[in-house]
Nanobody, 119 residues
Framework: QVQLVESGGGLVQAGGSLRLSCAAS????????MGWYRQAPGKQRELVAT???????NYVDSVKGRFTISRDNAKNTVYLQMNSLKPEDTAVYYC?????????????WGQGTLVTVSS
């Protein structure tokens, strides 16, 4: 239905920046919103940021003012610009696409990309 491929993770020092990309393919016309989640070792997956098809954005408090989610509709790609990175941002970051079909909520996930922030 919807396939997601992430890229852009890596190792960066605290205070540095990274940009994650998520390219969507398949039945992308169905997508209502896309977002980024992350899962640190030993912790549950948490929402980082979302962007709707109308362009509305939402962020978890811990990244507000540092991370920016955006989308390029022509490229079917969503980005997460991460600035002023902190060691606590270290996690596997997952791209998510969300849509609703006949009242049923559905999700697609990327394979994840590792972000490591060294102190």
């Amino acid at each position: 239905q919807v396939q997601l491929v992430e890229s852009g993770g890596g190792l960066v020092q605290a205070g540095g920046s990274l940009r994650l990309s998520c390219a969507a393919s398949g039945s992308i016309f169905r997508i209502n919103a896309m977002g980024w989640y992350r899962q640190a070792p030993g912790k549950q997956r948490e929402l980082v940021a979302t962007i709707t098809s109308g362009g509305s954005t939402n962020y978890v408090d811990s990244v507000k003012g540092r991370f920016t989610i955006s989308r390029d509709n022509a490229k079917n790609t969503v980005y997460l610009q991460m600035n002023s990175l902190k060691p606590e941002d270290t996690a596997v970051y997952y791209c998510n696409a969300h849509w609703i079909v006949i009242g049923v909520a559905l999700d697609a996930w990327g394979q994840g990309t590792l972000v490591t922030v060294s102190s």
